[in-house]
């Protein structure tokens, strides 16, 4: 939970509250980053990056309750364009949403995940389009509200709802499949 | 295709709580009756579950120095040097590992260090020889000294620049 007197203290100017700003935050940042770029390296550079527009911008956050929001859209706008740099940003082919809709409900076997299938669900988050990545990684890693990550990818609230289940789709579809 | 009941994205948004009250009462009552639903919802909360479990990244213990220095902040310890020396995990570290290194391999690095010492003059005279021999000469000292003012000047100018350029890109 973000401290709303820390963020005005920030806000106000004072220099010792924007490290421990840092140290409170800087986890969930790099998780937002790295699950969405999967590369440590770029993870922590996109870090440095959000807070220097963070120290930069602060000011013209409207309300302090605002900062959790704020803080993803930073962090994912800006893991976003370096996927796009780095060549690796995936957007969703057509056939792929088609094939989601039934895969929960048509598959005949019992499933259930064992230690190898967890071991390569990571890489498997991997092959997600970003932006389904993105939205998969804030709901379960950080527990952000449908309406939060509506607000960080700027995306109507059903968007959130359809990415989300899509997501797991892919994911289960992938798994199912044995694999990438 | 799926009757209206058996919304799979109904399902997704009810593990998450994400429904309303009476969109959550409905899937519940749907799940009293369908096999499939609750089959994929189960599969669902699995997947949910594991993908939350996934190992998150470490964090480095410097990155927070290294996201303050890439601001150009200072440690706010550093208006107290003394109190900002000995709070620092850094410095512990260091002579934690120092210590590790000169408990067993004391002997070896100061004998290290000796030889050095005594082949000093040996050094000195060898890069001597080689040097680039400009004799002193009021000239020679003149134009040395601006040489050396010329490209601090430059080093110290060419780091603004770019330090101002790239806080403005990232700014934007």
Known sequence: MIDVILINQVKAGDRAAFERLVENTRQTGLNIAYGILHDRSDAEEVLQEAYLQIYLNIQKLKSAEAFRSWFGKIITHLAFRRSKLNGRFKQIPLDEVTEIESTFIDSPEEFTLKQEERDILFKILETLPDEYRAALILREWEGYSYREISEVLDIPLGTVKSRIFSARGMLLKKLKRGGL | ?172
């Open chain 2, 1 to 172: 295709m799926a009757e209206f009941n058996c919304c799979e994205e109904n399902l997704s948004a009810y593990i998450d709580n994400e429904l309303s009250e009476d969109e959550a009462r409905m899937v519940e009552m749907h799940l009293q009756t369908c096999f499939r639903c609750n089959k994929a919802i189960h599969e669902m909360a699995l997947l949910s579950e594991a993908v939350g479990e996934l190992n998150r990244p470490a964090m480095d213990p410097l990155l927070t120095m290294r996201i303050l220095n890439h601001l150009g902040i200072k440690d706010a310890n550093a208006e107290v040097p003394l109190t900002g020396l000995f709070e620092s995990w850094g410095i512990l570290s260091l002579a934690a590992i120092s210590m590790m290194l000169i408990m067993p391999y004391g002997y070896a690095f100061l004998r290290l260090m000796y030889t050095i010492y005594n082949k000093i003059v040996l050094l000195l005279t060898v890069t001597v020889h080689f040097s680039w021999r400009i004799p002193f000469g009021q000239v020679n000292n003149i134009l040395g000294i601006i040489f050396m003012i010329g490209a601090i000047i430059a080093f110290y100018g060419f780091g603004r620049v770019y330090w101002g350029m790239s806080k403005k890109e990232l700014a934007s």
